[in-house]
């Protein structure tokens, strides 16, 4: 989700990790565009997820299908010329990405030749990372879909096990060299600078995430301890995980994550707001029970 909400907002598609937590907990009917492109997003990379761990690899299918899913239609590769990358102050044409559907297809055949051959290495990710913007194959999504194949490509080669690393924070901080950095290497066959920063958010991230994952290790041992604790003995391994799964919970997770009735599933999480873990919100006519200290968790970093 964190991932969703900055790579989304490099392109200037921007909600807040409120609405996104609201969205996917309240039932509402009323979710803005911009929250709804970043669970879109959400979704494609959660898909790109799933299709690498059932066949380990990454085709040019799999890519349009991702894009399919984060732009919400089916135009795919481009065919029709006109795509250019302009500067929104000079309106000047900076970069025209290769045109004709055939070719675009082998380029993209290639990326994915080079995704899987040889040793994978983070200087390969930043490499590949400047070739599929460079091919900009997409009428729209390229930004997007190039950086959920970041993560794919670092799940593959066994950086990651899962979609964790929050390499869009440091993009959105640093996006001006980010951008000037891709196009130094189109004119000026500048690699180094681009690498060494992709190297450089790479590194930056990881350790962000790595103190966020401990963070919220010791928030979750904590609320164990406490709910153990207290005289009310409703502790179960699935509540908590379920608080920590859901920072906007209700009365329905519990019921079917525990499979409890809604009396009882109703009186655990009154009773964890009374203890202070969580906080209780009225939205609508919904009760929603929030882990503000994940939240607050959450919010590091960005
Ligand atoms: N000079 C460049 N050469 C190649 N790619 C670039 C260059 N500058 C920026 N990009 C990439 O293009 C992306 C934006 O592309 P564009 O403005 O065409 O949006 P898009 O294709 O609609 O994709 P999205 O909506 O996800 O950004 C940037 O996020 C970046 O990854």
Redesign the pocket.
């Known amino acids: 989700m964190q991932e969703s909400k900055d790579s989304s907002e490099?392109?200037n598609i921007i909600t807040t990790r409120d609405e996104l937590y609201k969205a996917v907990s309240v039932t509402t009917k009323k979710i803005d565009p911009a929250t709804k492109e970043v669970l879109y997003y959400r979704e494609a990379l959660y898909e790109g997820f799933m299709k690498i761990q059932k066949r380990n690899l990454l085709s040019v299918n799999d890519i349009i299908d991702l894009q399919k899913i984060i732009v919400q239609n089916e135009a795919g590769i481009r065919s029709n010329p006109g795509t250019a990358?302009i500067n929104d102050k000079t309106n000047e044409v900076?970069?025209t990405p290769p045109e004709n559907n055939d070719l675009i297809r082998s380029l993209l055949e290639n990326l994915t030749k080079y995704i899987h051959e040889g040793e994978g290495s983070l200087t390969k990710l930043a490499i590949l990372h400047y070739q599929f913007?460079?091919i900009?194959p997409?009428y729209?999504?390229?930004?997007?879909?190039?950086r959920i194949i970041n993560i794919l490509y670092l799940i593959l080669n066994g950086y990651l096990e899962i979609p964790i690393l929050y390499l869009s924070s440091y993009i959105i901080r640093n996006k001006k060299r980010?951008?000037e950095l891709?196009?130094k290497v189109?004119q000026t066959n500048e690699w180094e600078e681009w690498i060494v920063f992709i190297l450089k958010g790479i590194e930056l991230t990881a350790t962000d995430t790595i103190k966020k994952i401990r963070k919220i290790r010791s928030s979750l041992d904590s609320t164990i301890e406490l709910i153990k604790t207290d005289a009310h003995k409703i502790y179960s391994k699935e509540l908590v995980e379920s608080l920590f799964l859901h920072p906007y919970c209700k009365i329905e997770f519990i019921t079917r994550e525990l499979n409890v009735e809604r009396k009882a599933a109703s009186r655990y999480l009154h009773t964890l707001s009374d203890l202070g873990i969580l906080e209780l919100y009225k939205i609508g006519n919904e009760n929603i029970f929030i882990n503000k200290e994940l939240m607050e968790i959450l919010k590091i970093g960005t």
């Open positions: 490099i392109e990358l900076i970069y913007e460079s900009h997409f729209d999504g390229n930004g997007r879909t190039g980010y951008y891709l196009l189109t």
